[in-house]
């Protein structure tokens, strides 16, 4: 078990970069070393002064490396992780060690890696209301942030604390181990290269509460979903730019109906401290903005402990729809999802890119096009405008772009092919505008022929 700021003795050249509130040292064949430190709010990456490292000088310390590892054997915080081709990893005491080499990177390079702070629960002073969620062995929860945000040191403050107040059995799944944990909180890597393997031993062991270090690929969300839905409590460390991205990695990967029964907590971590809570729950209404007949189940996503639903997931033809909810004086997210939908059908419906839509009501929509185009948007006698009704079963009224309210946000135009530009685009419009008008005039004059 790694303890805190503790490690066999390493080569001199290795010691001395390892000073107090460095967090990484980088060194690469010919090249200056660098390092990352100072506290988690104000990380710096830094250039050190001296001689560079060549190929020779890495290849000898990644052989007194190993060593290392192989004089320890008797600590359980020695050992090669992982040894592939072009790559190892190596932990030594509360050091993480990767060298990578060619083929696999361009040239020989070792990164160390340490935990430069080992906090208590008590000392992120959380409420009250959310220390006893977390102590419910029932949950599944989250802890996202980016990397170097302190998402493992929250993790093993609250493996701990469960450990020593709440009196759970807890056990780890890593990859690789290197949280600083009680010597009776045993850390399980993948069986035989497969976390799932480690899944099926972890029911075994019947645990009361898993951490589950990195969570990152499909396939470790489906074991995250495996578990829990087995009845263990979970708590997940995964890579996120905020709370509401990590709940998104599950979308996909497990039914809209069992992502609050797999994931109802999330921790979002900046710079050490907890920014952000959220909590999932399940519910069956209209989501907001539609009509009450089209009920169906939504997922609440709400900020902890205010209670106030920010955010609502649901099913939205084939899509699963994540949207904002509660601000008042925006317009409603719903008919945003349908202004877009609505505007990019019209454009491939007309042939024009240049075109803006705003929904006026569950019937009306305004159409705003280069005033070159109203026109032929209308047709003689507003026959093309009346194709277009009937087509969308709406009233449309047509407009100039420029009249367009300024609070109307553009819609994205779709990738355009390789090759083409706007301004061909426009060109190639009016041309097809042209074609579509004597087709269309051709195909009224066939029509008056066949009475």
């Not at 109906?257 to 920014?275: F, M, N, R, S, W």
Request: net charge negative; charged share 30%.
């Amino acid at each position: 078990m790694a303890i805190h700021n503790d490690h066999p003795e390493l080569p001199d050249g290795l010691e001395i970069l390892l000073t107090e509130g460095v967090s990484t040292v980088f060194i690469k064949a010919d090249c200056p070393v660098r390092v990352k430190q100072g506290h988690i709010s104000a990380i710096t990456l830094d250039e050190i002064e001296g001689e560079q490292w060549d190929t020779l000088a890495l290849q000898a310390l990644g052989e007194a490396l190993d060593v290392i590892v192989e004089n320890n054997t008797h600590r359980s915080d020695c050992f090669l992780e992982i040894d592939r081709k072009g790559c190892k990893v190596l932990q030594i005491g509360d050091l993480r060690i990767t060298c990578a080499w060619p083929p696999f990177s361009d040239a020989w390079e070792v990164t160390i890696v340490r935990p430069v702070a080992k906090l208590s629960l008590d000392e992120y002073e959380l409420p009250e209301a959310l220390l006893k969620r977390l102590a419910d062995h029932h949950r599944g929860v989250f802890i996202s942030g980016r990397p170097g945000s302190g998402k493992t040191t929250l993790a093993q403050a609250i493996a701990e604390h469960l450990d020593e107040e709440i009196g759970a059995m807890v056990k780890t799944m890593e990859a690789p181990r290197d949280l600083q944990l009680r010597p009776r909180i045993t850390q399980y890597a993948p069986l035989e290269g497969d976390l799932e393997k480690t899944a099926e031993i972890i029911f075994l062991v019947r645990p009361d509460f898993v951490i589950f270090d990195e969570v990152r690929r499909t396939r470790d969300f489906e074991i995250f979903a495996d578990v829990r839905l087995a009845g263990v409590g979970l708590l997940g460390v995964t890579h996120a730019n905020s709370a509401l991205e990590a709940i998104q990695r599950l979308i996909g990967k497990v039914e809209l109906g069992l992502v609050p029964q797999v994931l109802d907590t999330v921790l979002h971590i900046e710079k050490g401290k907890i920014a952000e809570v959220l909590e999932l729950r399940m519910t069956v209404k209209a989501p907001t903005g539609m009509q009450e007949e089209l009920s169906r189940p939504v997922v609440e996503i709400v900020r902890f402990p205010e209670g106030r639903v920010c955010y609502e997931m649901f099913a939205f033809g084939s899509e699963i729809a994540v949207v904002p909810v509660g601000d008042k004086k925006s317009a409603s997210p719903l008919l945003e999802m349908a202004r877009g939908e609505l505007t990019k059908d019209l454009r491939n419906y007309l042939g024009i890119t240049n075109l803006e839509i705003e929904i006026v009501s569950e019937r009306n929509a305004t159409i705003y096009v280069p005033d070159s185009m109203i026109g032929a948007v209308v047709g003689q006698g507003g026959s093309t405008i009346r194709e277009i009704e009937d087509s969308f079963n709406l009233k449309f009224q047509v407009k100039g772009i420029k009249s367009m309210p300024r609070r109307l946000e553009r819609i994205p135009e779709e990738p355009t092919v390789s090759g083409w530009d706007l301004q061909n685009q426009r060109s190639t419009s009016g041309r097809q505008w042209e074609n579509q008008q004597h087709s269309q005039k051709s195909s009224r004059r066939k029509k008056r022929k066949g009475r």
